[in-house]
């Protein structure tokens, strides 16, 4: 499987600041996504990252808040803008390979805290 | 309407019980299923997939019934170390769709 990982693995970020999150896959994957998992709470897709086209956001997500990039197959980038208390969440990446199965593999999370 | 829905549990359960968690999914047209298993502060890792022939794979027994839209998994001769959450994802065309999953905790 893919070798998925995360910059950075925690940050502490204040109101109103932005963070880039990077996700770096050690080979070429037709698919990655960003999910967003609350505290005690399960996965909601945020958006598929498509390769050198705009992403796909999921409801309740928009471009302007959480902008996302994917310049090639093995990396994308998250930014989650002019942050809030609500949007200190674990942030993850997941690829799907090309040649594998239909699953889907994580990266290891941001641990996002603001304050 | 969620999309898929488990029971959160907590399932507390003594050492070598055998345990089964159940999940239902909404969309009967759902192509993939798979069961997730995520530890405390970790990321999501692949347990099995499910397919509706039933699969197993050592302890782990997973079926799925189509007709009924449901998912199940099944622990035999529980360890300490199977304490996790489990997460049901069923997939639709390029979308994964997660459950709230089921926290089991094995008992000494």
């Known amino acids: 499987s893919a070798v998925i990982s995360q910059k950075p693995s925690r940050d502490i970020c204040q109101r109103g600041t932005s963070l880039t999150i990077q996700c770096q896959v050690d080979?070429?994957?037709?698919?990655m996504f960003w999910y967003r998992q609350q505290p005690g709470q399960s996965l909601t897709l945020i958006a598929t990252?498509?390769?050198?086209?705009?992403?796909?956001?999921e409801s309740g997500f928009v471009i302007d808040k959480f902008p996302i990039s994917r310049p090639n197959l093995t990396f994308s980038t998250l930014t989650v803008s002019n942050m809030s208390p609500e949007d200190s969440s674990i942030y993850l990446c997941?690829?799907?390979?090309?040649?594998?199965?239909?699953?889907?593999?994580f990266g290891p999370g941001t641990r996002l805290t603001v304050l | 309407r969620k999309e898929v829905e488990q029971d959160p549990g907590p399932f507390n359960v003594p050492e070598g019980a055998t345990v089964a968690f159940n999940c239902t999914y909404s969309?009967?047209?759902?192509?993939?299923f798979f069961w997730y298993r995520q530890d405390c502060r970790k990321e999501p890792k692949l347990l099995m997939s499910?397919?509706?022939s039933g699969n197993e794979d050592g302890r782990f027994t997973a079926q799925l019934n189509r007709a009924s839209q449901y998912i199940s998994l099944l622990i035999r001769d529980s360890k300490l170390s199977d304490s996790a959450t489990y997460l049901c994802?069923?997939?639709?065309?390029?979308?994964?769709?997660f459950g709230t999953g089921t926290s089991l905790t094995v008992i000494p």
């Open positions: 997941s690829v799907e390979e090309v040649w594998g199965t239909d699953t889907q593999y």
């Open positions: 499910v397919y509706s």
């Open positions: 969309n009967s047209a759902s192509q993939s």
């Open positions: 994802v069923v997939r639709f065309r390029n979308q994964f769709y």
């Open positions: 080979s070429q994957v037709t698919m």
């Open positions: 990252a498509n390769q050198g086209s705009e992403a796909t956001y």
